[in-house]
């Protein structure tokens, strides 16, 4: 009779310990989804196609150097032919959400860069689509360059949406 009771109690042990450690997996698990979902998504830049149109000013967006877009919270893409039309667009508050994040064309290299990151020089030896003269660059030796040759001044995002 002891040795049945002895028997009961351990098993009883072994079950509570595997239906903890059971718990315990679950748990973790479901911890590691909830976190896992809980990163926001990389955004990426809209490549420029033939047909778009400026979202500032309207105006098709031809020479691709001086482009410029701005992704708001609801994932749309507004895109731009002149840095100035996005800066106009931002001072002007014509989007209806909060901006998630700025993207404008290295001058040099036509390939797109973090508004926040890119150098800036505007001149008015620049002949972009609006006249806005703004031009931005990956680095900051290539913008000094260009603010050297073009007789410019050297602006960072915070000045150029301001």
């Known amino acids: 009779m002891k040795m049945e009771k002895r028997n009961k109690a351990s098993f009883v042990r072994k079950m509570i310990i595997k239906l903890s450690t059971l ?23 809209v490549s420029i196609e033939t047909n778009d149109m400026c979202s500032f000013c309207k105006m098709s967006i031809s020479e691709k150097q001086y482009a410029a877009e ?25 989007n209806k ?22 150098f800036y020089v505007r001149s008015s030896e620049f002949n972009t689509p609006m006249n806005g003269g703004i031009v931005a660059f990956k680095s900051q030796s290539s913008a000094e360059d260009a603010e050297a040759k073009f007789h410019g001044t050297l602006l960072r995002f915070t000045e150029v949406i301001k």
Do not use: H, Y
């Open 97 to 118: 959400t909060s901006i998630r994040a700025t993207f404008v064309m290295d001058f040099d290299r036509r390939d797109w860069l973090k508004g926040e990151e890119a």
């Open 23 to 45: 718990i315990l997996i679950v748990f973790g698990v479901a911890t590691l989804i909830v976190l896992a979902n809980c990163q926001k998504p990389t955004i990426e830049p």
């Open 70 to 94: 701005l992704i708001d919270e609801d994932g749309q893409a507004f895109k731009f032919d002149d840095i100035g039309c996005m800066s106009n667009f931002v001072k002007q508050k014509k």
